[in-house]
DNA sequence: GAAAAAACTGTACCTACGGTACAGCTTCGG
DNA sequence: CCGAAGCTGTACCGTAGGTACAGTTTTTTC
């Protein structure tokens, strides 16, 4: 059960594991993934060297571990928005403009600002990682635009599109301005103006459906 | 004429330099900066270590230097861009608009697609630099705000906007897509999806300002 | 409560990289 | 032909990633 699939909550590795990951995402979105040492993590965690590669065969997996969470979790916070978004309301419009803004709300909410996309982090170090972990960044990006362009589709059934655009772009789109708006919201040192972009692609998104 | 500015091009050592900063600039976009070794880059370039020393006093100077280089590039780019895209056209509006274009396809011929924004990459790993490059990212990226900003004003003086709308947020969002399109684009593997989201940014522009 | 599996620790060692120091050589413009 | 610019060569240091593996403690399971 070394790697793989994550452990049962009950084994205690899995706790040890998570803190390491914990450690890890924080340090590869500050300090990029070779900058980020494995002395740090294990000092940060409180465990040996041996410790580490008892969870780890080698900082590869560390990768393809850290991305993997990072995968599900935003899968999982994508699913539970949308789906309560559903819920509030029938329009398939009305549900992704409400979804859009619990986003927003959601982003502006954080404190210190949003600490970064892994995704992004990924695609700028690339050539770091294996194919495996590549093609899993590739996978997650494709399921995401899919989903969205899913929602686009049900919207375009009922409301006419006032433009000559590709809907895979559009749904392309709430990904490019929520990874855009994290760099420049980390380059100016602006927290809120990631959510405030998103409003944008929620603006942009009711006058391409509606009067 | 170690460290400082841009050393006469008949220095011979300035070459040097560029091809020290050019293999250093690729390397980076792909793996990050501390995934670049200096022993890589000498090897690229043909010269020893003590010569790389000769050029950059430590790493830190070569993160210098690359950055205020690409930021003298791209400041470049968009002055010849849309100066050109200004002398085509009188109206404010429809200069932005043809500039937008411009972009779209300048970065549609790049056959290999966009090598990727050093901004953002030091973004991702800013814990590496001093303040001195993480205020040049700063700086930079406000510098090209008001730059559109400014455009934006113009065009508001001339042209009702339909929504409500801070013209900062709008200005941004070019940088949010394009830094953004970037990123989808290394994540999917299109290179065509960069300059479709320009695309898309410009169209959203013509829907705030026209009927 | 004992056996077995899981979750580690400790030690030793290797290579690569960033960095420092400094002496010497070569090339080229004035 | 001199002096500065632009390097090379050698030697050395600390840190980090990684390997190997034997031993120990903790936890789970029966």
Redesign the interface.
């Known amino acids: 059960m070394v790697s793989g699939m994550n452990a049962p909550a009950s084994r205690k590795g899995a706790a040890t594991r998570d803190q390491i990951l914990d450690a890890a995402e924080t340090a590869v979105?500050?300090?990029?993934?070779?900058?980020t040492s494995i002395d740090e993590l294990i000092a940060a965690v409180g465990i040996t060297k041996s410790g580490f590669f008892y969870h780890f065969k080698d900082k590869g997996a560390l990768a393809k571990a850290l991305l993997e969470r990072y995968i599900a979790r935003e899968d999982a916070l994508f699913d539970d928005l949308f789906s309560r978004a559903d819920e509030l309301n029938e329009d398939p419009l009305h549900g992704f403009l409400v979804g859009l803004k619990m986003l927003s709300e959601l982003l502006a909410d954080l404190p210190t600002g949003h600490p970064?996309?892994l995704?992004?982090?990924y695609?700028?170090?690339?050539?770091?990682f294996d194919r495996e972990v590549r093609a899993l960044?590739?996978r997650a990006?494709?399921g995401w635009?899919r989903r969205f362009r899913d929602r686009l589709d049900r919207i375009a059934a009922r409301y006419p599109l006032r433009?000559d655009?590709?809907l895979d772009?559009?749904a392309?789109?709430l990904?490019?301005?929520?990874?855009?708006?994290i760099?420049?919201s980390?380059?100016?040192?602006e927290t809120s103006?990631l959510p405030?972009?998103i409003l944008?692609y929620r603006?942009?998104l009711r006058?391409?459906f509606q009067a």
């Open positions: 979105l500050a300090k990029g993934f070779a900058g970064g996309c995704i992004a982090a695609c700028y170090q690339d050539r770091l960044n590739t990006t494709l635009r433009a655009v590709d772009d559009v392309d789109m990904l490019v301005v929520a990874d855009g708006g760099i420049l980390k380059a100016v040192g103006l405030r972009q944008l603006d942009y006058h391409l």
